[in-house]
């Protein structure tokens, strides 16, 4: 069957290229180049979706790359740097660039293949966003934002109210309701759009090395420190920095960021001066950071230092209303990806799409019908083609979600454990599942075994 997401591999190592070919041909329609001159002819006669662009390439590097295919294609695709070098400067100076994302060799199939779901999610947002703004003006400001519902109304009012703001903005909301698009919305519409906008996913970052890819170090700070590394708060100076999910963030990390938040200054590791930064500061959370303030989990002092100005996404099954248009969107979206005439979404259907709770939020709805559209018979998608999560017959033996007097907290766990359950113990795909990160999916399941819960394995 051809595939209709088509990616193109830029490396030069044979059995790498190969390796990786192999393993993504099942999901996407793959082509494979070993240096930077044949992926841009390929390219320009060839438009893919998604590069995986190794930095390290014989000839042109993987930076000129990006910067001819920034200034030589209508339509830049969405591009994933590779690099086998553990100082991400270069890498950083490619997210600058136009790059979507970056991977540190080696890194396993699991993390690419998320990496590759997540660009895919956003290439309409992220990839694009700067050349939309230039070709529409604000007829694009809010790509991505769908709705307009009372909630969705109001959030947009105050983003444009805030935008050329110095304000640090958190934005909370369950996971899967759009925080990454507001933040990128806020960026792209305040005066700092022509500077950088960088993300750190402060979960994927390990503990030990969050202090040195945030604030940088000097030569010899440490052991393998060569040379001196500008931090990501250097390299975002005139721009906009985005902490996603800022409670990831350990005691001893979150007191210095606060002297940055409170002096807007930075020091290296190893550095004996400090270094100004002018940087608009955008932190998300899908939690509730009172109650984690209360547990002794976040530090005081920064809570209120984030919630300058605090912007709340209303979950999916909040603002029905939506639906209708989203559920449009994703159809069309899913069908041109797919290769799949765009089908009828029949009254039942939407009926039951608008009834569901949607625990997943826009991310559970964009994925539940991309899998109606692919196997959707015909050229509509009746109530009976709809393949939602309570369909699946997925039980741990545990809370009914349709028993009314569930709390949040019950709803979360048993979903939680219904995704374990799913996936055979795989928190790396469950997490997936969730938005959530493998890291907060290990705290849940420590406070579940405490409660002397069985977790599935």
Known sequence: MKQSRKILIVEDEHGT????????????????????????????????????????????????????????????????????????????????????????????????????????????????????????????????????????????????????????????????TGKELAARAIHELSNRAKGPYIRINCAAIPESLLEAELFGHEKGAFTNAIARREGMFELAHGGTILLDEITEIDPSMQAKLLRVLQEREIMRLGGKKTISVDVRIIATTNLDLKAEVREGRFKEDLYYRLNVIPLHIAPLRERAEDIPELVEHFVRRAARENDRPVPEISPEAMQRLCAHPWPGNIRELENS????????????????????????????????????????RDMEKELILRRLNLTGGNRTRAAEMLGISVRTLRNKINQYRHEGITIPS
């Open 17 to 176: 290229r190969e390796l990786l070919k192999t393993q993504l041909e099942g999901e996407y329609s793959v082509r494979s180049v070993s240096n930077g001159e044949e992926a841009l002819s390929y390219l320009k006669d060839s438009p893919c979706d998604t590069v995986l662009l190794d930095l390290n390439l014989p000839g042109i590097s993987g930076l000129e790359v990006l910067d001819r295919l920034a200034a030589e294609t209508e339509s830049m695709p969405t591009v994933i740097v590779v690099s086998a070098d553990t100082n991400i400067n270069t890498a950083v100076q490619a997210l600058q660039r136009g790059a979507y994302d970056y991977l540190v060799k080696p890194f396993s199939i699991d993390e690419l293949r998320t990496t590759l779901t997540h660009a895919t999610q956003h290439r309409y947002v992220v990839g694009t966003a700067t050349r939309q703004r230039s070709r529409s003006g604000t007829s694009q400001k809010f790509a991505g934002m769908i709705g307009n519902s009372a909630s969705i109304r109001r959030l947009k009012q105050d983003i444009e109210k805030i935008a050329n703001t110095r304000g640090t903005v958190l934005l909370t909301g369950e996971s899967g």
């Open 369 to 408: 019908l991309e899998r109606s559209v692919i196997l959707a018979e015909g050229g509509a998608i009746d109530a009976d083609d709809l393949r939602l999560d309570v369909d699946e017959g997925v039980s741990t033996g545990g809370a009914d979600m349709n028993d009314a007097s569930l709390t949040i």
